[in-house]
Structures are given as C-alpha cells and as structure tokens.
C-alpha cells in the first residue's frame, strides 16, 4: 500500500490526474472509471439524501390507494430490507453488497401486495433514477478525456460499488450524454462482487478477457479505487478534489444549520441549485440575478400557489398578463420536481390586461366610482380624456353630459393637480351617479365585453367551477374588471386570486366567489422583510414580462374574437423592445434556475414557508440596501404602462414620489446614509399600515 500512495499516483486537481492519465493511456488498452464522486459529482452532500424524495413518492402512491404510510415509515422498510440483503449476501459473498431491484420489491409487495409489486417497482425505479439525475452532474474534463480516449480506441469501461444494477447505471449514464463511449458498464448489484474487496476487478478481468498490464483505473476511493486494482497489478489513479470536498462541505453546513434554524433553509436550496463543472460558464450579471436572486424567489412564489391549489382543491389555475407567462413557464419546469405523483391542477394562460379589461367591465356596471378612482391612481392621468382612454369612451359623445354639469373633457379631476377644484371633484361624483350618462357608457363598452366573453367561451372559463387567478398583483385590478365584466353570468366561477404581491392600496371587493391573496406580500399581513419588494415593483413586472406586446382590447369578428395588441412602431413600443433586449438574460437565469429549484426543493424536502426567512433577508439586502453595480445591472432603462398618462403632476408630488431606486448613480454611491433613510421610512409605513 506504501508504494501505490506514491505521490504521483494521488491528484488533488482533475487537470494533474488527466495530465498524467493521458501519459499512462498511452501504453494501454482498457480504461475504467468510477462512475459517482469521479466522472459524476451529486449537487447534495449525501447521496442518501435522494432516498427520502422517493420515500415522499411512495407514501403518496400509498395515500392514493387509501393506505395510511408515512414516508418515515417507507423509508424505514426500505433500510430494514436493504440491511437484510446485505447481512445475507455477506454470509456468501467477501462484500456486503445490495440489489435495488431485489429489496425494492419487498417494499413495494409489504406495502402494496405482492399482485402491485411489479408495476409500482417499475414506477418507483423511474422516479429513482429521475431524482438521482436531477442531482448528477458530469464531471466535463473527465467526460471529455473519457471522448478522447475512445476516440482513440481504448475500451472504455465503467465499475461501481452500488445497489444500482448496470442497466439502471446505463440510463444515468445516458442522461449524461457519453453511453455511446462506454462498452460496458459493471455494478456489485449484478453479482455482490465489488471493488472494495477486489472481487469486482477480478470478475472485469475475466469477463473481458483484460491484461492487466495494459489497464488503467480511475476513481476516488483509496481503497477500492486505488489499492485493490493495485494489488491486481492495475495502474490506478485516485482523485481527492480539495474543492469538490469543500463544495460537499458547505453543503452540508447549509443543511445542518437549516435543521435548527429555518433562514438557512433558503440558502440550502440556493446552493443545492448552483450550476456545477461545465454548467458553471462566465454570465452576464443579469443571468446571474435572474439565476440567483429572482429564481428563489419566484420559486417560493410558485411553490406556495402549488400548495395552494391542492389545499383548497383548485382544478385549474389561469396565469393572467404578461407577468403569468413567465409563472406558467416556472410552474411548468418546477413544479413536476416537487409533485410528482400529485395530480396538478390544469393551467392555461389568458390573454388580459388592465386596458384590455376596463372598457369591458363597464357594459353592465357601467363606471363605479371605484374603477374612476382607480383610473385616476397613476400620477399621468388628469381629467376625462384619460377617462375615455382607459375605458375606450367616446369623448364627443359624452360631452353633453357633461356640460350639464359644469365639465368639460379636459376639466382636471385628479387630486394630484393644483388645478383641480373642489366643486369639480363634486360634479364628477354626480356625474358617476347620473343614470343617462351611464346608459351612454353601458353602450359604448358592450361591444367591448361581448368580445371578451366570446374569448373567455374560447377558453373554457366558464366551464370551471373554481379557478385561480395567478398575475403578480398589487392592487388586484385586473381580477378586479375580469370579476366585473363577467358577474352577469350565473356560470361564472369562483375566483381565487393568488398574487405575487398584495399592496391593497385600494379596497378589493371582496366577496365569497372573489378574493385575493398576496403569496410572497400580503399588507393584510405584517411582513416587514417582505414588504421590500415595493421597492422596485417595476422590476418584478419587467422580468417576469412574456415575449408579447400589451393586450389593447379584444373584438369580435366573423370568424370569432380577435386579439388587438399594441403596437410596437412607436417610440414606446420601440424602446420596450430595446428593454426585453436588456432583460433577455436575466430571464434566461430565471428559466435556467426554474427545474433546479423544484428539484431541490423536491429533495430537501422543504415548504414554501420555509424558504421565507431567507427570502425576507434576500428582498431587503437586494432592494433596501442594494450596492450601486446592482441597481446599475438591474434598474429598468425603459417600463411601457398603457394606464399611466402623459400629463405632469407637480413637482412636490413627484419628489415626495421618488424613491430609492429612482436616485442617480452617483447618488446612490455617495450617500449611503439614503437607504437606511428610506428603510426607516418603510417601517414607519408599514407600522402605519
């Protein structure tokens, strides 16, 4: 053993190891590879931790069949009959070897009955080695000198100490994109000869026929990898990767500081989703606050409305404007991961927006004072033409009656403006409560509903009996008019709004077939670190937006409704344009990071509510006390918002509007007393609240 640990034979680098490997190749034949901790590494630190996912997988499988299993309890068997395997095989055999397909039946047949065993093996091994995939990755300057290597002719073989069979070990592999190198693959789960006594090398050696003097072996074991291919008289290599170990390392201090104390939850999955070897390439910073700061929180996002849907028994969920695309496509490569036995709720995604909805929500209401109000929130909008642009009105024709009461289209109404008297504000409120002028507005906007009912009939919406309806929120507005446009209809469903974030600036209507929910933010809910997310609500919007114009409204044709978006010739639209540019990578992070998340989350095991401590810590470091580079990196350069009007408001509203993210650079450099001036001012507010 002395001589084999020479320090030539012992490489702390993957580079030295290949560098001398590609010298020893030379006089070679065959080369083996371990295969886990040497041509694959696991995102976790334990690979037992990948038994508790399946454990989850069977217990649910179980409650389906009314059949009362914990997963503890799953799992427990599972260790008993393994143990058992092992005991016994250790009685005819030099290595205590196990055999998944063998203990994993007496699983399935004490839980499920022998008649099941087979079939629900069959799923369970697939979910298995899903799982075991999610958390593998290929360790890429091996995987490539493994390339070389056959391209060289060299038989290349693969020999693992596991309870994995080969031809389960063939489908990771091929996961990993290099079986076609590969010419054959050898467990101690066919055989319970393994490595680790010398057995395994010896069976290689005779199966294929090997000189040993022209085989060279790869692994990370000193023992198994190292000193018994020695004593074969085989050239071994053995890898000890200091960083790989210190990776494992923090891993593991993460998920050990997690068990007694749940902020470190959050940081557990962000690390667990880290790329890792050739994911790991030079980002763009935008990829990378897209991967690791808007990811997580996304995620917990739409983990929490899974948990959601399935506690109050939701059958379908619609992801609403242009921020529920980019939700639907999380969910769509997360949510699998974390449920998946569960039969999910169905999602479909709605083509609406807060202009396209306004104008539809008056045909039979006509306007509220509410929906007035509301269209008077954004500083831009001043007086009745602002009116009719957002409820696609008919100014001339409206203008008589408001000449009746002393108005005129361009009468400033907001509160916002100096000009704006008191007696005007009254009229206007007589105005809303004036029947003939909201006959007028209930005709002009029905053909605006009609369309839209058409679209929804499209859809199917009426066919459900409970839907959630998923859009990043705020105020609610758009489930507001789509409830409003739709109320008419006794076969409506009941509507489940479930935000992002809740700031109820305004009353919802709320009502026992119409509620709202913030999931990340609610206000109705004092969450301090939470409530840094109306630092940079626009940030939210742009990088959650979809690849489409805004939805100006909606018409019927011959054939149907027709969709009408904005244009993007203008100046706006062309400057949007220049924004999704800007924003590409930061949703590509996003999406990149999306199946990562459900996949560690699936094997950590943790709920969304476990993840908010950290997630509270990450909005406030990010948008409360963010360094300048990243309000620099991530700060809107253009946000399109066809509500919000181009009139002026004072210049007192203006600064007594301006916040954090709205400072200059230099600014933002220079004084950094600034952000803990506006942190103690949210919590006035929000102790206000």
Known sequence: MTSFFAKERVFYTLSHLIQVGEQLAQGCETISFDIFDTLFIRRVHDPDMLKVPVARYIAVRAEQQGLNWSWQRVQKLRDTFEAEQRAQTGLRFDDQEACYPVYMRQVMAAIFGDSQADSLLDDVTEYELSVENSMLVPRQELVDWLRRLYGQGKKILLIS???????????????????????????????????????????????????VKTWLHVGDNPVSDGYRPGQAGIQALVLKDGLEKMRKGLVRRYWWYGQGRPFFR??????????????????????????????????????????????????????????????????????????????????????????????????????????AGIAFLPAGNRDFRDICRIFKLDGE????????????????????????????????????????????????????????????????????TDVAIVDIGWLGTIQRFLYEAVQHRSDRPRFHGMLFAATRGVPFPTRPDNSIEGLIYDRDRFDLGGSAILYARDLFEEACRAPHPTLNGYRLTKDGCKLEFRTQEDTTGVAEQVQDAYFAPL???????????????????????????????LLVAKLAFPRTSEVRDIRLHHHLDDFHGRNEPSKKHKKADKHLWDFSLGALRWMPWLRLKFFLKMIRERLKE
């Open 161 to 211: 100490d596991i309870y994995l069979p080969a031809a389960h070990l063939r489908k990771l592999v091929e996961h990993g994109e290099f079986a076609e190198c590969v010419s054959d693959i050898i467990s101690s789960a066919d055989s319970f000869l393994a490595k680790a006594s010398g057995k395994g090398f010896a069976l290689v050696q005779e199966r294929h026929a090997l000189d």
């Open 397 to 464: 024709k409206i203008v008589s009656h408001l000449v009746r009461y002393h108005l005129a289209l361009n009468t400033s109404l907001s509160p916002l403006y100096p000009e704006t008297t008191m007696e005007d504000a009254v009229c206007f409120q007589e105005l809303l409560d004036d029947e003939a002028f909201q006959d007028e507005v209930r005709l002009q906007t029905r053909p605006y509903n009609d369309a839209l009912i058409n679209y929804l009939e499209q859809e199917h919406f009426f066919a459900q």
């Open 587 to 617: 949703q590509q992070g996003l999406l990149d990071a999306a199946p990562r998340f459900g996949a560690a989350v699936s094997v950590l095991g943790y709920q969304s509510y476990e993840l908010k401590p950290w997630l509270n810590h």
């Open 266 to 371: 959050g940081r557990t999955v962000l690390q667990v989703m880290q790329p890792l070897e050739e994911e790991n390439q030079p980002r763009s910073p935008l990829y990378i606050e897209g991967y690791n700061f808007l990811a997580p929180v996304i995620g917990a996002f739409i983990q929490r409305l899974a948990e959601k849907t399935l506690q109050d028994k939701i059958p379908h969920i619609y992801f609403l404007s242009r921020e529920g695309w980019m939700f639907q496509k999380f969910w769509e490569r997360a949510i699998p991961h974390i449920y998946p036995t569960t039969k999910l709720p169905t999602v479909s995604y709605l083509y609406v927006s807060r202009m396209a909805l306004a104008g539809a929500c008056c045909a039979y209401q006509g306007l509220t004072k509410e929906n």
